[in-house]
């Protein structure tokens, strides 16, 4: 099977959103805010993984822009998690979850680009 470094890195940040979800449900009490970013964490590799049997280059470029758009959305919720104490922004695992979620950005941010000028 081909590495596909995307889908790769999406699948771990997606595991480990999972596991922040758990802890600030059972350490911090806080549901709300956790649920949103379990719900754009692991949508990034999903819409990645929809996008690999896309029917078509627009509807590729579709899937990809969604998953990125929720890689945006995470890296929202991992700032107000920060910003409202219940995530401490200098530890070295929310700053690397925050620097996985611009990286997601940036690589689907370069697909779209790069499929849109092959168009």
Do not use: P
Request: aromatic share 8%; glycine share 2%; net charge neutral.
């Amino acid at each position: 099977m081909k590495d596909n470094i995307v889908l790769d890195k999406s699948f771990e940040f997606a595991i480990r959103v999972v596991n922040l979800y758990k802890h600030l449900c059972d350490s911090k009490k806080e549901y709300t805010l956790s649920k949103q970013l379990l719900r754009s964490g692991t949508s990034i590799g999903a819409n990645i993984n929809e996008a690999q049997a896309a029917q078509s280059k627009k509807d590729f470029i579709a899937k990809m822009s969604i998953a990125s758009k929720e890689a945006r959305e995470s890296k929202f919720w991992i700032e107000l998690l920060i910003k409202t104490d219940y995530l401490d922004k200098d530890s070295k695992h929310t700053q690397s979850l925050l620097d996985e979620s611009y990286e997601l950005t940036r690589l689907l941010t370069s697909i779209i680009k790069s499929s849109q000028t092959d168009e």
